[in-house]
T-cell receptor, first 111, second 113 residues
Framework: SQELEQSPQSLIVQEGKNLTINCTSSKTLYGLYWYKQKYGEGLIFLMMLQKGGEEKSHEKITAKLDEKKQQSSLHITASQPSHAGIYLC???????????FGAGTTVTVRA | DSGVTQTPKHLITATGQRVTLRCSPRSGDLSVYWYQQSLDQGLQFLIQYYNGEERAKGNILERFSAQQFPDLHSELNLSSLELGDSALYFC????????????FGPGTRLLVL
């Protein structure tokens, strides 16, 4: 979706290092979802952030929504091989029921 | 395991043919969504059904149609298939729809030769 830009497109991180992925919307976000996908497999729900600005954490993953910037970031602390995959952000804009997805960020964790 | 099931897992067919993809939502979920994922277009929303009725339509071609049955399972029908229809097709479900988590199935990989 051109409404939703993810960056970087891909990244390689050393095991144990932190990483951050960004998702920027050109329209007002009502909700922002983060999913993880192993190549060719289904999407695994990670977190959902609502309009107004939120921060949520689960295990080593923290996601924030900056309402002013219409941007969300996903931060992984002390990355592990299990964090490798494609991270997708999905936006809910409130005008219909669908999710619009970014192009994804491919994360590689090197031992 | 998200609780959403999709069959078949893989499908290989020829151009011009018609196929049906099937999805069973999580127990208790009334909404079903269909998405198409391809390398060039990414993950695109096709259509949503809620409790048997069409609720939202996205970038779905006229050659494609879907329905949701009384038992809430859904089928996506793809006809007059073209090479460009080769993609991963995902079904997702949620309880109702607005600002709820959509849980995705494992997908059906369609290859049109």
């Amino acid at each position: 979706s051109q409404e939703l830009e993810q960056s970087p497109q891909s990244l390689i991180v050393q095991e144990g290092k932190n990483l951050t992925i960004n998702c920027t919307s050109s329209k007002t976000l009502y909700g922002l979802y983060w999913y993880k996908q192993k190549y060719g497999e289904g999407l695994i729900f990670l977190m959902m952030l609502q309009k107004g600005g939120e921060e949520k954490s689960h295990e080593k993953i923290t996601a924030k929504l900056d309402e002013k910037k219409q941007q969300s970031s996903l931060h992984i602390t002390a990355s592990q091989p299990s964090h490798a995959g494609i991270y997708l952000c999905g936006a809910f804009y409130g005008d219909d029921y669908k999710l619009s997805f970014g192009a994804g960020t491919t994360v590689t964790v090197r031992a | 395991d998200s609780g959403v099931t999709q069959t078949p897992k893989h499908l290989i067919t020829a151009t011009g043919q018609r196929v049906t993809l099937r999805c069973s939502p999580r127990s208790g979920d009334l909404s079903v969504y269909w998405y198409q994922q391809s390398l060039d277009q990414g993950l695109q929303f096709l259509i949503q059904y809620y409790n048997g009725e069409e609720r939202a339509k996205g970038n779905i071609l006229e050659r494609f149609s879907a329905q949701q049955f009384p038992d809430l399972h859904s089928e996506l029908n793809l006809s007059s298939l073209e090479l460009g229809d080769s993609a991963l097709y995902f079904c997702a479900s949620s309880v109702a729809g607005v600002l709820e988590t959509q849980y995705f199935g494992p997908g059906t990989r369609l290859l049109v030769l």
